[in-house]
């Protein structure tokens, strides 16, 4: 495994190498960042930060497009916003989770203490993912029910129950101590 930078990951990406498998990438910073077609097979990635930026007045998203993501590892990061990508037996650890993952293969992955706020799920498949809150827990599941904070759109389930339309997992009964806020 080879520890790279920002600078480093993206004048090898300019100059057309999209293999990155292996690689570890910390402590960096991608904000503002869109690779397209990489292969992160097997990459560690740790405190990296994926932020949105301002350009002309608004705020663009950037993210990761038609990548593979298999079996890496994710520590501490902002999860990006995602599109085709595969995160089969991914790991993440700590997480946050905002924005989106569209068209994504999530297939046995496995998050970790994982925040989610209003991330969405669309069209992406679930099947046998595992959640579990971990030893670096991100904060309390607002009023009591996992999951909170996702929304899913025409996605399978852990179960491989596919959900067409728009799902959101609030809780059922109403909790008196932790009413639903609005």
């Known amino acids: 495994m080879q520890d790279m930078t920002r ?3 993206l004048a090898r990406y300019q100059a057309g190498k999209r293999d990155f498998q292996g690689v570890i990438l910390q402590y960096i910073s991608l904000d503002g960042v869109e690779l397209e077609g990489v292969d992160f097979t097997g990459a560690i990635f740790n405190s ?5 930026v301002w350009i002309d007045n608004r705020i663009v998203s950037y993210g990761f497009i038609n990548c593979n993501f298999s079996c890496s590892e994710w ?5 990006p ?7 089969q037996y991914a790991v993440m650890e700590a997480c946050y989770f905002r924005g989106s993952s569209v068209d994504c293969d999530w297939r046995s992955s496995h998050t970790i203490g994982a925040y989610h706020d209003e991330f969405i799920f669309e069209r992406c498949d679930l099947s046998e993912t595992r959640e579990s809150l971990g030893k670096y827990h ?7 029910h996992p999951g909170f ?6 996605t399978l389930d852990r179960d491989g129950v596919f959900h067409s339309g728009i799902h959101c ?3 059922t009964r109403p909790d008196p101590d932790n009413p639903i806020p609005f």
Do not use: A, H, K
């Open 7 to 9: 600078e480093e990951l």
């Open 81 to 87: 916003e995602m599109s085709r990508c595969n995160l």
């Open 75 to 79: 520590w501490f990061c902002r999860i």
């Open 48 to 52: 990296v930060t994926f932020e949105s």
């Open 169 to 171: 997992p609030l809780p």
């Open 149 to 154: 904070g996702i929304l899913y759109r025409d």
């Open 138 to 144: 991100l904060g309390p599941e607002p009023y009591g």
